[in-house]
C-alpha cells in the first residue's frame, strides 16, 4: 500500500501512466489479414478434426463451426449494407427478424460448402485499405484446377475486425443479395418480403 | 529509493518501446483514413509504370462502392442508409435488360436443359472416365484457347501476360503432348494468363449494352457476345476446312468441353440456386460483377514472378 503511494507520488510515473492510457487499443487488437486468417484457421480446424468426421457428429461439427463465424461476422452490419436504403422501411421487430432470417439463409447456403472442404490450402496474402474504416484481407482457395480468389471485407468496431462482406471471384455476396432483394422489394412491402425469406428457409 | 528508481526508469523505458510498437499500426490506420491511393502495397515492380498508374485508378471504380458505403460511418446516426448514395454505389452493378421477359424464358430452359440433359450427362461421363483423363482433355481445350489468350493480352497491352501465355502455349504443345499436360504451370509455374475479347472491349471502355441470356450458352450481353464470336475466330479448329470438320463434328466437340467441363462442377449450380432467393437477379448479378472484376484486372500487367 505504501509502496503504491509511493509510486503514484512520483510525477514521472504519473505521467508515464497518462501515456499508457493513450495508446489506441487498435495497436493491440492485431491487423485484420491475423484476425480473419485466426477465425479462419479456426474453422479449419474444426474442419479437419478426425473424431468430427462421421456423419454423425455433422450436428456438433455445424454449432461449432456456428459458433466461430457468429464471431467473425457482423451480421447487423451484413443486413444493413444488403437492404442499403430500404433498412429504413423496416420498423425495428422487421429488421432484427430480417437479421436473424438472413443469417439463417446463408449459414444454411454455405453450409454444405464449407463441410465439403477437403484440405484444400487457404492462403491469405495481403490486406489492402479501403475508404473508412474498412480494409479488404485477401486469401485465396487452392484447389485442383485453378485458384479461387476470395476477399473478406472487415470493419474496425468495438475493438475488433469483423467481417461484413464476402467477395469470391469479384463477386460481392452483399452486392448480390442487394440486387435480389431489391427487386422483390419494389414490388412487396417489408412484411411480404419478410415472409417470401421465410418461404425460402422452409423450402430449404 | 533505489527502487523506486529503477522502477521509475523501467516503466518509462517501457513505455517509449511499446509506444514505437504501437506507432506502426497506428500509422498505417492513419494512412487508410485518408485515402486508398496513399497506401498501396507494392505487389508491382519498383518501377512505376503507366499500367500501374492505370491500376490505381482502375481500383476507385471497385471502391466506390465502398466509399459511398464507408462515408456513412462517419454520420453520426449508425443506420447505414443514405437516400441517393445507395444509387450511386450499385452502378457498377447495374445492367439494362429490357429483353427481360424473353431472357427469364431463357434462363428457365437452360435450367431445365442443365437437369434434364447436361447434369445426367456429366455424372455418366464423370463415371466413366477418371479424373486424370477428363483433366486431360481439360487442359487440351484450354491450350487451344491460348492463341486468343495471347491475342487478347497483346490488345490490352499486357505484354508480360502475352509473353507468358505464348511460352504456355508453344511448351504445353510440345512438352505437354498437344496440351494435354500443363507443363508450363506445374513445372515452370508460369500460370494461365486469362483474357478474352469481351474482356478487351470491356478494357477499351465499351459498355454491356444489354443484358441477353443465350441458350445453352447463358449469361450474356451485347458486349460479351460479340467477344465471344470474336474469341471463337481466335480458335484454332474455326480455321480447319468444313471438308475436314463438318459442322456436326465441330458441334460434338464443343459438346464434349461443355460435358467435360461440367463434370468438375456437379453441384455448384444446385448450390447456387439453394443459397440464393432470385435466382434470375443472382445470375444476373453475379455475371455483371464478375465481367467487371476481369475489367478491372486487365489493368493489371505483372512480371512473370508475381502473377496471381
Redo the contacts between chains.
Sequence with gaps: MKFLT??MN?R??RM?LM??LA??I???AG?ALETVKAQADNVLTILKDPSLKPETERKAKTARIRSITEKMFDFT?LS??T??????TFNPDQQNEFIRLYKS??E???A??ILAYSGEKIVF???????????EVQS?VLR????I?IYY?V?FRDGVWRVYDVVI????LV???????R??LIRKPPESFLE??RK?FRD? | MKF?QI??TG??AT?AF??C??SL??V??F???D??DS???E?HTTSKTSSDIKEESATQPS?Y???S???K??KPSD?????DE?DN??EG?NIADPLSPLNKVMFNMNDKLYFWLLKPAAKGYAYVLPEFVR?GF?NTYDNLKSPARVINNLLQLRLAAAGNEFIRFLINSTCGIGGLEDIAKDVLEIK?QEADFGQTLGHYGIGHGIYIVWPVLGPSSLRETVGFVGDRLMYPLTYISESDLPIEASIGIAAHEKVNDTS?RIGDYE?FK?????PY??M???FV??R???V?QSYIDKNKHDF?
Design positions: 509511493g509510486i512520483n514521472i510515473i508515464t501515456l499508457w495508446v489506441p487498435t495497436a493491440f491487423t452490419e444493413k449494407r437492404l442499403a436504403k430500404s433498412w429504413d439463409l446463408l444454411d447456403a454455405y454444405d460448402k496474402t495481403k490486406e489492402v485499405p479501403l475508404t473508412g474504416k474498412a480494409v485465396k485442383k484446377n485453378g485458384e480468389p471485407r470493419i471471384e469479384g463477386v460481392s452486392s448480390n443479395y442487394r440486387s435480389q432483394f427487386e422483390i417470401t425469406i425460402k430449404n | 523506486r522502477f521509475t516503466f518509462l513505455t511499446a509506444y510498437l504501437a499500426p497506428a498505417a490506420l494512412a487508410a483514413t485515402g486508398v497506401f498501396v502495397p505487389t471502391q462502392e465502398d466509399i458505403e464507408d462515408a460511418d462517419v443506420i447505414d442508409n443514405g437516400s445507395n454505389d450499385d452493378t483433366v481439360s494461365k468438375f448450390s439453394k443459397a440464393v432467393v432470385d437477379t443472382a444476373r448479378d453475379s460483377q464478375y467487371k472484376n476481369k478491372e496471381k
